[in-house]
């Protein structure tokens, strides 16, 4: 049983902070930070001294004490179990010992934690130091991480790395075991420049020649002999030039080219390939008596599938939880790689900046339940490594990155994560726990889909209680954090709204306030500032006032917000449907009539498509400059993109097609079968695109999809099995909704304006192919799959909706 004890009564220390006479410099300051602290929750100023360990708060590793003869707690060797640490009170003191520094450090901030500090987010504004002049502990723990690499989140590329360190440390992320697992190939081929010169049959072998790839994407022929042997002395020599080094990385460099050439396709699949290499740097750096040495690679991209071969034992293999190829689950390549022998990490995806633009509700990292549910997933079926890539999007999700490490630690916490919501709203929001409550289950526990607009309304309304629920100014200023957040939303949200030069006006406006908001970590200002990955804007040089937000600015913002903004609340239940779209064949559904909608497009526009592995091309024919006046706009931009490719870059471009009205054919490859998408512009001069007439071309019309189709439309979408309401929203009157029948059953101009809409399903019609007829502008359906199409033949639903409704029919 713990032993309790008095560390401060009335604002007077009752314990030193104590440390070896040989302790580190890392285990130094960590005792410093342990006195700092302890004063700043006391009131009373702790000396730091050294001793043995037996009086006083002892910090350090195990063999800083050997007086207190704790070393058979730890595995002394095992580089697995290098952050474990006790934390233990006794009559005399307590103990913050760990295995080594690094778990000293986390030692200090766990005991810390104990005592009621909290660093949820990484500035000071989101630090909570308790005030208690008496304090006592009672404690008595063996630590032992279930997550040996805790990387997740690991901090943005743009953000503060100090803040985000110190961040790191306090929630124990930090690691003593360091997995290298970034793509690799590049940085070897560059230091061997000359060698890779001198033979160019290293290179792969990609359409025919052996020259480096592009975009770091170069890969090289594995069933060289002399290129592993490079590859292998390589990583010997880096060995050696660095004995302290634990692991070396082996992964791929990014995308394809994989080697072409016969030896490579009778030496194994990709996955095959990639492991040999990693396998033999493994077996070759464990040579060299510098104790037990790890290689890390990716399970990712081409090289997802499990291997044929067995994995070395110190070859680490993070499964990458998007971008997997071969139809697997990242659950079934868990199993298959697991089969061959491989320690498992995983790389997951908590947030990334080109997927989310940092807003609410679309990221991993802030979806409480997806965290909840998958990583004591991944420790049940042996993960012992994580590495995440994410934004600096804590306004979206912060909450879901402070839970994340502590999941990580403990998978056990998973089962009661309320506890941890309870804990953040309790420290950082005193007196305002139930208007933040209802902020935070919006923004990352609330599964119901909602407008953009609604979603910016709550989050304003629930800020404004908050403000008048506290007058304490910490909580204050976490509060005005969370308001200039809200705004950046807002703007989003206008901006996804608007077209031409107010699209860049408002994108211009959006940036200038990211940027001013920068220093408060809410999200990746640098990002918002490139321009989101959009064509139709221009990324802004000048970004504007780095003056901070002042308390009126704020204030300001707040009633403007409340006040422009209003929740919306619908009759009728809005569904949540993937992106994964696939061919509706599986559907059998009966032949329609073709639908009609113009080729002609002016602006941005997309479509999603699919290829068979037969035909991995679109060939399109193309007029640009269909309205004369505006011919000097520049030609139709093509991008075709692929669900597969990784590195979210087009597969395919073409830029080719003048403004001049002369049809022309454009022919776009892709290395891949499957679902891709399509994105054309022509600067607004209006230009037709017309596609083979049985290729699938489907047009997402969800609420967040802005695609402005020419002239009147009647296209058919589906009803999934046991749909009783179709609800969405129009932008104008004009046009039906036509049922399986042909029977028109509902006037859009029936609607007072703009606005949702709502119309029932009868019985024995869901399950069938509806149309919207005769529609003029916007629509967007909530509550049935938003995939338009003109026939069966060419309609893409969503997988699920697919799977779950051809089960039905057999």
């Not at 063996?142 to 590329?157: D, I, M, S």
């Not at 890779?196 to 890969?219: C, D, I, M, Q, W």
């Not at 001013?516 to 970004?543: H, I, T, W």
């Not at 529609?775 to 969503?798: I, Y």
């Amino acid at each position: 049983m713990a032993t309790p004890i008095a560390l401060a009564k009335n604002g007077q220390p009752l314990q030193s902070v104590v440390v070896a006479s040989n302790a580190s410099e890392r285990t130094r300051v960590a005792a410093a930070e342990l006195a700092e602290y302890l004063g700043r929750i006391t009131g009373a100023r702790f000396n730091v001294e050294s001793g043995d360990g037996s009086t006083g708060l002892a910090v350090g590793s195990h063999t800083d004490f050997p007086a207190l003869k704790l070393d058979a707690l730890f595995e002394r060797g095992n580089p697995f179990r290098l952050d474990d640490y006790l934390l233990r009170t006794h009559a005399r003191g307590a103990w913050l010992i760990g295995a080594g520094e690094n778990a000293a450090h986390l030692a200090v901030w766990d005991f810390l934690h104990h005592l009621g500090y909290r660093l949820y987010f990484p500035t000071d504004t989101w630090e909570v130091i308790p005030r208690k002049p008496n304090l006592t502990a009672t404690l008595d723990q063996l630590e032992r991480p279930h997550f040996v690499t805790r990387q997740a989140p690991r901090g943005a590329p743009h953000g503060d790395r100090k803040l985000q360190e110190r961040w790191e440390v306090r929630n124990r992320i930090a690691s003593s075991f360091t997995l290298s697992t970034g793509h690799a190939y590049g940085a070897i081929i560059k230091a061997n420049k000359k060698t890779f010169e001198a033979h160019p049959e290293y290179y792969a072998l990609v359409n025919g020649s052996r020259v480096p790839g592009t975009h770091g994407n170069t890969k090289v022929c594995v069933s060289n002999p002399g290129l592993r042997k490079l590859f292998v002395d390589h990583a010997v020599n880096t060995m050696r030039a660095n004995p302290g080094s634990q692991s070396i990385s082996m992964d791929p460099s990014d995308g394809g080219n994989w080697c072409e050439c016969e030896a490579c396709r009778a030496f194994g699949s990709v996955t095959d390939r990639a492991l040999t290499l990693a396998n033999e740097v493994a077996a070759a750096i464990n040579q060299l008596g510098l104790g037990a040495k790890y290689v890390g690679i990716y399970a990712y991209n081409q090289h997802s599938p499990p291997p044929s071969i067995r994995v070395h034992p110190n070859v680490v293999v993070s499964i990458a939880t998007s971008f997997i190829r071969g139809g697997f689950t990242v659950e079934k390549l868990v199993e298959g790689w697991q089969v061959k022998g491989a320690t498992i990490g995983i790389r997951e995806y908590h947030d990334v900046f080109t997927w989310s633009h940092d807003l609410p509700r679309k990221a991993r990292g802030g979806d409480l339940a997806y965290l909840a549910r998958t990583i004591p997933y991944f420790y049940r079926h042996g993960a012992r490594f994580m590495n995440s890539e994410n934004s600096d999007s804590w306004g979206a999700n912060g909450l879901g990155y402070w839970i994340t490490p502590r999941l990580l630690w403990n998978t056990g916490l998973a089962e009661n994560v309320d506890t941890l919501v309870d804990d953040f709203l309790n420290h950082a929001f005193p007196k305002a726990q139930a208007p933040m409550r209802e902020f935070y289950q919006l923004l990352n526990m609330d599964k119901s889909t909602r407008t953009k607009q609604d979603v910016v309304a709550r989050m304003y309304r629930s800020l404004q209680a908050a403000y008048r629920a506290t007058d304490d100014a910490k909580v204050r200023a976490r509060l005005d954090d969370l308001v200039v957040y809200t705004r950046y939303v807002e703007l989003h949200t206008q901006y996804e709204l608007l077209g031409g030069a107010a699209r860049q006006q408002k994108f211009e406006e959006t940036c200038r306030h990211a940027y001013r908001m920068r220093d408060r970590r809410m999200l990746s200002a640098e990002q918002v500032c490139r321009g989101f990955r959009d064509p139709k804007v221009k990324a802004l040089k000048e970004k504007g006032s780095s003056t901070p937000f002042s308390a009126q600015e704020i204030k300001a913002i707040l009633l403007a917000g409340v006040e422009a903004n209003q929740p919306v609340v619908l009759n009728f239940q809005p569904v949540e449907f993937s992106n994964d779209l696939v061919p509706a064949t599986a559907l059998a559904l009966p032949a329609v009539p073709p639908g009609k909608c113009s080729n002609r497009t002016r602006g941005h526009a997309k479509v999603f498509t699919w290829l068979s592995s037969s035909k991995q091309s679109i060939e399109l024919e193309v007029t640009g400059g269909l309205i004369k006046h505006y011919r000097d706009r520049g030609n139709v931009s093509f991008r075709l993109y692929a669900e597969q490719e990784a590195t979210l870059e087009p597969v395919a471009q073409d830029v080719s097609v003048p403004p001049d009205g002369q049809a022309r054919r454009v022919l776009l490859k892709s290395p891949y079968a499957g679902l891709h998408w399509l994105e054309w512009s022509d600067g607004g001069d209006l230009s037709q695109v017309v596609p083979p007439p049985t290729l699938p071309w489907t047009i997402r019309l969800a609420l967040e999809d802005k695609m402005s189709l020419q002239k009147r439309w009647s296209l058919y979408f589906y009803v999934p099995r046991g749909t009783k309401v179709i609800g969405g929203y129009a932008a104008a009157k004009g046009g039906w909704l036509v049922n399986p029948q042909g029977k028109r059953i509902f006037n859009f101009d029936d609607l007072p304006g703009a606005g949702y809409f709502k119309a029932t399903v009868p019985a024995g019609q869901d399950g069938a192919l509806w149309k919207m007829e005769e529609v003029a502008g916007a629509r967007a359906l909530m509550t049935v799959p938003p995939c338009f199409a003109k026939t069966a033949e060419t309609l893409l639903l969503p997988k699920e909706v697919v799977e779950a409704d051809a089960k039905r029919i057999k």
